[in-house]
């Protein structure tokens, strides 16, 4: 049986050797609650190609950093993360484990000045090697948010390209791989990529081909779609993933390096009224928080397709697109723009028609992972890999029960095992847990707490990028908006 089981596994892994299936895991989903707590052991290892951890990010001295030590590393009763991540590798041989660094928080100035000075950039790739050789990383991501922009400088458009070209030697060098997560908008890409000298150095091109749109703009429309909508003008005919593609490819990146980034998750928005419920209708607020995610503006997969299940929504397929919306007036207006099985085979099925690489998602914690709304967990995930490949993974089947044995009294005891188990320090000025702890008082900044060999906490305060603030429920920095939003939570006195 359990060569049965071996053969199963073994062959739901080679079922993805057709394409590239990328998941990035959002590590901080750790820190959810309930049915949405997501750790490094709920990933499918099976069923991706590339899993991506995010994130790592960027010291004040250039040298690559840990963001969250007591989850990421080992010291101080850290929790190891890295390492439980890279270990997934031996439920897949085909799997590759990568490290991202940046991520929408770090924003863009550390970056614009590492990469301007060679120096720095130096002390970039060594300490990123260094980090990624102690933990059996196979590569690292660049999700450098973004070069040009958000206290960038013009310079970055060609240091990003030198900084991947340097990289990619490094890494070459010691049997790693290099990949970036990239932007759809055609604003973005103009200013901030020097696509065919960074096309040389990148091994894959995530393209993030979702939040085109969002609670930011005041009408509902869709954050992913395929194809401009009808009534797009102005910009608006550039959000679209057909565009953001092509474009790329006539910029100069090859097919064949491309995965096409397909969401797990929503964006939505509250309308203003309930006579107006299709594109464009008129909504000035992010729709409310979901009760795992905890950020307004934007639902997982997994919170809409339970809510559907257990509330009065309307889901809608617009004839002229390829991907649906849904909106309740049971829950406060909302209406979100997301993607769904039949949406998702669309977009595999296009990547597969351009020649790209394969697809990519962001992230694997909000995919239907418990399988609570189908027959099978990661439904979304599972149903893109079979799309593009053509083929079909199946569920490994269960293992019985160990058989119990009677044991003979004359023989020894085992020995009794022992746990090694610590009491949390207790709190501190501004940390009540190891992890991310918010200030109540400001939520411009927040504090990562470790616990230090004298048994007590290392207080490090971290600041938001501008416009952004610490969201206390969910431990991220999120656009200021959504934060200002929080119903009852003392941080609506700072923004």
């Known amino acids: 049986m359990r060569l049965l089981l071996l053969i199963a596994l073994v062959a739901a892994s080679l079922s993805l050797a057709e394409g590239v299936m990328v998941c990035y895991f959002g590590s901080w ?60 590798k031996q439920q897949n041989a085909n799997l590759k484990a990568i490290l991202a660094v940046g991520g929408w928080n770090e924003g863009s100035p550390k970056y614009s000045k590492m990469a301007a000075d060679p120096t720095l950039r130096s002390k970039f790739i060594t300490s990123s090697i260094e980090l990624l050789k102690a933990h059996n990383f196979d590569g690292l991501d660049m999700d450098w948010e973004y070069p040009t922009q958000r206290g960038g400088s013009a310079e970055d ?60 703009d005041d009408y509902t429309h869709h954050q992913s779609a395929l194809y401009a909508h009808p009534l797009d003008e102005g910009d608006n005919i550039y959000l679209n993933v057909d565009f953001a593609i092509n474009y790329w ?68 397929n617009d004839p002229a697109m390829h991907e649906p919306y849904a909106y309740s007036f049971a829950m406060n207006n909302i209406w979100c723009s997301y993607e769904h099985e039949a949406s998702v085979i669309t977009k595999a099925q296009y990547a597969k028609s351009k020649g790209l690489a394969g697809t990519m998602v962001w992230s694997v914690e909000t995919d239907d992972f418990h399988g609570l709304c189908h027959d099978r967990k990661f439904n979304l995930i599972k149903t893109m890999v079979e799309a593009f490949t053509g083929g079909s993974i199946t569920e490994p089947p269960t293992l019985p029960p160990p058989t119990t044995t009677t044991r003979d009294p004359n023989l020894p005891t085992d020995p009794p095992t022992t746990t090694t188990t610590y009491k949390p320090p207790p709190p501190g000025v501004h940390c009540s847990q190891p992890g991310l702890n918010p200030d109540p008082a400001d939520c411009r900044h927040y504090y990562t707490c470790v616990i230090n060999v004298s048994g007590g906490y290392d207080e490090i305060e971290e600041a938001c990028p501008e416009g952004t603030l610490f969201n206390p429920e969910n431990f991220v920095c999120d656009w200021a908006d959504s934060v200002c939003h929080l119903d009852g939570d003392v941080c609506l006195n700072n923004c």
């Open 29 to 88: 989903a750790v820190y959810r609650q309930g049915l949405g707590k997501f750790d490094v052991e709920d990933i499918d290892p099976k069923i991706c190609t590339h899993i991506i951890f995010g994130f790592a990010g960027l010291a004040a001295d250039s040298s690559i950093r840990v963001l969250d030590p007591w989850n990421e590393l080992c010291d101080n009763y850290g929790k190891c993360a890295y390492d439980r991540f890279t270990a997934l």
């Open 157 to 216: 458009y060609e240091n990003f390209a030198i900084l991947l070209q340097e990289l990619r030697e490094a890494l070459s060098a010691e049997g790693m791989i290099l990949t970036a997560a990239v932007s759809a908008g055609k604003g973005t890409i103009d200013l901030a990529y020097n696509v065919p000298e960074m096309s040389k150095s990148l091994d894959l091109i995530n393209v993030m081909a979702y939040d085109m749109h969002g609670a930011w």
């Open 249 to 316: 490819i006539e910029k100069g990146a090859r097919p064949g390096q491309i995965a096409l980034g397909i969401p797990l998750y929503g964006r939505c928005w509250t309308l203003a009224s309930q006579q107006e419920t299709g594109y464009y209708a008129p909504a000035h607020q992010p729709g409310a928080a979901g009760q795992w995610t905890n950020s307004p503006g934007m639902l997982g997969y997994n919170e809409i397709c339970y809510k559907q299940q257990n509330q009065d929504w309307a889901v809608v």
